[in-house]
């Protein structure tokens, strides 16, 4: 049964970092795009960051790059997200996302999704 859970949101200060980590199980990281979305209250979720290690494509959106690095550990099946110099609009649920398929930031193309984890930037 293919899987994803995310860990790692919390509370954080303007300015401050934090990383989120995607776990995967039933499925290999090596030909899967791993996404990263998020969704604020009363917005649509978008796309945020994603990779896909068999051609080694890597997409940020426009807001968060710079700021955010997206990278996995294979041998933990791990994929994390890196968050840097955060801000309040990044507040959101942040969810990963896989796809056996070409790294892209539409959501609506990623077959397996995590639960989601809160990230809020507030001061």
């Known amino acids: 049964q293919s899987q994803l859970v995310e860990s790692g949101g919390g509370l954080v200060q303007p300015g401050g970092s934090l990383r989120l980590s995607c776990g995967v199980s039933?499925?290999?990281?090596?030909?899967?795009?791993i996404g990263w979305f998020r969704q604020a209250p009363g917005k649509e979720r978008e796309g945020v960051s994603c990779?896909?290690?068999?051609?080694?494509?890597?997409y940020y959106r426009e807001s968060v790059q710079g700021r955010f690095t997206i990278s996995r550990d294979n041998a933990k099946s791990t994929v994390y997200l890196q968050m840097n110099n955060l801000k309040p609009e990044d507040t959101a649920v942040y969810y990963c996302?896989?796809?056996?398929?070409?790294?892209?930031?539409?959501?609506?193309?990623?077959?397996?999704w995590g639960q989601g984890t809160q990230v809020t930037v507030s001061a």
């Open positions: 996302a896989a796809r056996r398929s070409s790294c892209t930031l539409y959501s609506k193309v990623y077959d397996y």
């Open positions: 039933g499925f290999t990281l090596d030909y899967y795009a």
């Open positions: 990779f896909r290690r068999s051609d080694g494509s890597r």
